[in-house]
């Protein structure tokens, strides 16, 4: 089928090896309005010890979407976000320098016979398992300072941590557990068989982690974003970048927000046209801040609508979380509370807006205060508000959420509705929450 011909439902199982820009291959064509579904396989981990990736995840190859045109956003409804995977390891990371050269995210290198990007084979379990197929050495760039491995129960949103014997088991029939899709070319990171506080039990909520639109430059995709792209920076291989200046050109689709769930809309710039949506890196749930710099990387599937927006000045990603997880502070507000807050305005003399809606505006640094910074000039822009207004309406009605350390922020306020509806942002904000 032509990648051209437009779809009103289609579905995407093939992959990039660890690239996001204009020169991947499309998937397809989804009609606006029209519904993706994707397979897509677990990020982190498994590309992070397959040494023939250029990037640290294993996202979809982009999607055009019908109409898009460079100047517009695409709104992304998420439908649903099913987990497929049985059970999966993760943890901190420790480097093996001698596997990488600048970034051990990007240019590997066997350490013994120099091959870069080179092939693999797996030959048994442990993290000695994934071995260059010209000479055999461990070829990997990454080990565990602290890994565990944890186990699901879909039916009642559950995992728990293995012991040695339980982690070993799983590592035996790694890709089955993991459900690697056919297509997906990682190892699976139950190869490494960690085994870190056993019985451990976590609630388990699954979202997006790497969602968004395709940049206008050839970049890995975990480096999509304002702190992972520092790596960028000086660095002397395929993708490196010169200045902070050049990381502009991000698209910010590695957000590892937990609220990018189903249910939420993702507002996303159009900066090649046809927009290029990918999906990875799903997880089994996270807390704030993505604290270990991993987390529980997973298979699985997601359904998602999509719309163009045209004619939006968006820098980078905005959020529609469900309403459930916004703060109690930025939350719409109830029939009660307008009424209390337009009778303390009689009493005052003031015309109070009751008419307001929740925007969570993303920001990426190579700090928080950075991202928060960051946040704050996108949002500057999007609803043509100085900064001190915008710090102000965050303080009074939102503030700053922590995605992920070093630096991704969700900065969330409510927004009159007509500067929403001068930022051409406002009829899929009252849709998002039936206002």
Request: negative net charge; proline residues 6%; glycine residues 12%.
């Amino acid at each position: 089928m032509s990648q051209q011909e437009v779809q009103q439902e289609l579905h995407v199982d093939q992959y990039t090896l660890g690239l996001v820009g204009p020169d991947q291959e499309w998937a397809g064509t989804v009609a606006d309005g029209g519904t993706v579904t994707t397979y897509t396989p677990p990020g982190c981990w498994g590309p992070m010890v397959t040494p023939s990736f250029r990037g640290g995840h294993e996202v979809t190859r982009p999607i055009r979407v019908e109409g898009a045109e460079v100047g517009d956003a695409v709104a992304i409804h998420i439908r649903d976000v099913e987990v497929t995977s049985m059970a999966t390891s993760t943890g901190s990371m420790a480097e093996r320098d001698e596997a990488f050269g600048d970034d051990p995210f990007v240019d590997h290198r066997c350490p013994e016979c120099g091959t870069t990007w080179p092939d693999s084979v797996v030959e048994g379990t442990g993290e000695d398992a994934i071995r260059c197929a010209e000479c055999g050495a461990n070829a990997s760039s990454f080990g565990f300072e602290y890994g565990y491995t944890v186990a699901f129960d879909h039916e009642n949103a559950v995992g728990v941590t293995l012991d040695k014997e339980g982690a070993h088991e799983l590592a035996t029939d790694a890709e089955r557990v993991m459900d690697i899709p056919e297509n997906a070319r990682q190892h699976p990171i139950l190869l490494y068989e960690p085994d870190g506080m056993p019985g451990t039990l976590g609630r388990l909520r699954p979202f997006i982690g790497n969602i968004g639109t395709t940049p206008p430059v050839t970049m890995p995709d975990s480096h999509n974003a304002g702190d992972f792209g520092q790596n960028l920076i000086g660095a002397d291989h395929d993708y490196g970048v010169e200045t902070e200046a050049d990381l502009e050109l991000r698209t910010d689709g590695h957000m590892d927000v937990p609220e990018v769930r189903a249910g939420a809309t993702l507002i996303c710039p159009v900066v090649v046209d046809g927009g290029g949506v990918y999906v990875g890196d799903l997880h089994a749930n996270q807390g704030d801040g993505e604290l270990s710099l991993h987390t529980t990387d997973v298979s699985g599937t997601v359904t998602m609508d999509v719309e163009v927006i045209e004619d939006v000045d968006l820098d980078g990603p905005v959020l529609l979380p469900n309403e459930e997880d916004l703060p109690f502070i930025s939350a719409p507000y109830s029939d009660e509370e307008a009424a209390a807050g337009s009778a303390l305005g009689d009493e005052h003399g003031v015309d109070v807006d009751t008419d307001a809606a929740p925007l969570q505006v993303i920001g990426s640094g190579a700090t928080v205060n950075d991202a928060t910074q960051n946040a704050f000039d996108r949002a500057g822009t999007l609803l043509d508000m100085s900064e001190g207004e915008v710090r102000g309406r965050c303080t009074f009605t939102g503030g700053v959420q922590i995605g992920r350390l070093p630096g991704v922020v969700q900065l969330d306020m409510l927004v009159p509705t007509d500067a929403l509806a001068d930022s051409g942002l406002d009829d899929v904000t009252r849709e998002q929450y039936g206002l």
